[in-house]
């Protein structure tokens, strides 16, 4: 079983203080074997569960020679690795490039998915296929995981896919606060009758700070027009004051040109997200999301009150 970098720094410290002494102030002639032993009788912590454990003389003997004549005894105590660690002997050239393939051709496929049909591309070859766990660990550690396929199958969501693919995909996390503002609508789960006799499905218009992730201005809104879109953000800018950037999908209201004009007008840098990306709003929904719940329970426990 192969260690974390923590877990071989642990074991490395460890060791030094079993030896610290012994390089500190080297017993007399004849007395190394004899300390040896004394070490080996003392009981340790160990340095990943905690429990109590001991060494044998032999162990301590090795860590000590190791470790007696080098410039850093830490770095020299710590486990070896294997020479093949990070390759994959079990998986020939040929297996690997079948895997590789695959993923560029069905990146949405699943781990048991893509060790199912590679078991039947490589059933007449000349190499044996390993267990599925290798070709997990593979997969994992080079990054081919897999990655949502387009909910649309247009020629707009398939370029974007690919604009996608080629693109390093990073979270949106300023340094500091007002640096950056996300916004968009969630569509309520209950419709709402209103004062005409009419029912209406209510959207929730959440504007959210991105590196305090403090929710800056919610508002219920019955449509979502360029005129809800910026009475919602009028509110939020006389809450929490002017921010450097907004950033919004690309919808009408968002791309309008009173919205968008307007942000310029008052010095703030409008940014969009990729078209049919619409994950990159997962947080922000499910921002909305929990604080829509929230306003509908408090309503309904006014009503009660009431």
Same mark, same amino acid.
């Given at each position: 079983?192969?260690?974390?970098?923590? #877990?071989?720094?642990?074991? $490395?410290?460890?060791?030094?203080?079993?030896?610290?002494?012994?390089? &500190?102030?080297?017993?007399?002639?004849?007395?190394?074997?004899?300390?040896?032993?004394?070490?080996? &009788?003392?009981?340790?912590?160990?340095?990943?569960?905690? *429990? +109590?454990?001991?060494?044998? $003389? !032999?162990?301590?003997?090795?860590?000590?020679?190791?470790?007696? @004549?080098?410039?850093?005894? =830490?770095?020299?105590?710590?486990?070896?690795?294997?020479?093949?660690?990070? /390759?994959? %002997?079990?998986? !020939?050239?040929?297996?690997?490039?079948?895997?590789?393939?695959?993923?560029?051709?069905?990146?949405?496929?699943?781990?048991?998915? #893509?060790?199912?049909?590679?078991?039947?591309?490589?059933?007449?070859?000349?190499?044996?296929?390993?267990?599925?766990?290798?070709?997990?660990?593979?997969?994992?550690?080079?990054?081919?995981?897999?990655?949502?396929?387009?909910?649309?199958?247009?020629?707009? $969501?398939?370029?974007?896919? &690919?604009?996608?693919? &080629?693109?390093?995909?990073? !979270?949106?996390?300023?340094?500091?606060?007002?640096?950056?503002?996300?916004? +968009?609508?969630?569509?309520?789960?209950?419709?709402?009758?209103?004062?005409?006799?009419?029912?209406?499905?209510?959207?929730?218009?959440?504007?959210?700070?991105?590196?305090?992730?403090?929710?800056? @201005?919610?508002?219920?809104?019955?449509?979502?027009?360029?005129?809800?879109? =910026? /009475?919602?953000?009028?509110?939020?800018?006389?809450?929490?004051?002017?921010?450097?950037?907004?950033?919004?999908?690309?919808?009408?209201?968002?791309?309008?040109?009173?919205? %968008?004009?307007?942000?310029?007008?008052?010095?703030?840098?409008?940014?969009?997200?990729?078209?049919?990306?619409?994950?990159?709003?997962?947080?922000?929904?499910?921002?909305?999301?929990?604080? $829509?719940?929230? =306003?509908?329970?408090?309503?309904?426990?006014?009503?009660? *009150?009431?």
């Amino acid at each position: 079983m192969s260690l974390s970098i923590d #877990h071989r720094n642990r074991w $490395a410290r460890l060791r030094f203080s079993v030896i610290g002494p012994l390089l &500190a102030s080297p017993p007399g002639k004849g007395e190394l074997q004899q300390a040896f032993q004394v070490l080996a &009788a003392k009981v340790w912590r160990h340095p990943i569960t905690g *429990a +109590d454990v001991q060494f044998g $003389a !032999s162990s301590i003997e090795r860590w000590y020679y190791r470790a007696r @004549h080098v410039h850093d005894p =830490v770095d020299q105590l710590k486990n070896r690795l294997r020479d093949d660690c990070g /390759h994959f %002997v079990s998986l !020939s050239p040929t297996i690997i490039e079948a895997l590789v393939e695959q993923y560029r051709q069905h990146p949405g496929w699943t781990m048991q998915l #893509h060790y199912d049909n590679l078991r039947v591309v490589t059933k007449d070859g000349p190499d044996t296929l390993p267990s599925y766990t290798t070709v997990c660990r593979y997969l994992k550690a080079h990054g081919l995981v897999r990655k949502p396929t387009p909910r649309s199958s247009t020629d707009g $969501a398939i370029a974007a896919a &690919a604009r996608r693919e &080629a693109r390093e995909v990073r !979270s949106y996390e300023v340094d500091h606060v007002a640096a950056l503002w996300h916004l +968009d609508f969630h569509h309520g789960s209950r419709k709402v009758l209103t004062p005409d006799g009419q029912w209406h499905k209510p959207l929730l218009l959440c504007i959210m700070d991105d590196h305090s992730r403090l929710v800056c @201005h919610l508002q219920w809104f019955l449509d979502e027009t360029t005129a809800s879109l =910026v /009475h919602g953000v009028s509110q939020a800018i006389m809450k929490r004051g002017l921010p450097r950037a907004i950033m919004t999908d690309n919808g009408a209201a968002m791309i309008a040109d009173e919205f %968008v004009e307007g942000l310029a007008s008052l010095g703030i840098l409008h940014q969009t997200t990729l078209p049919y990306s619409p994950y990159q709003y997962v947080a922000l929904k499910s921002m909305s999301a929990i604080a $829509a719940d929230a =306003v509908v329970l408090a309503s309904l426990v006014a009503t009660q *009150a009431t």
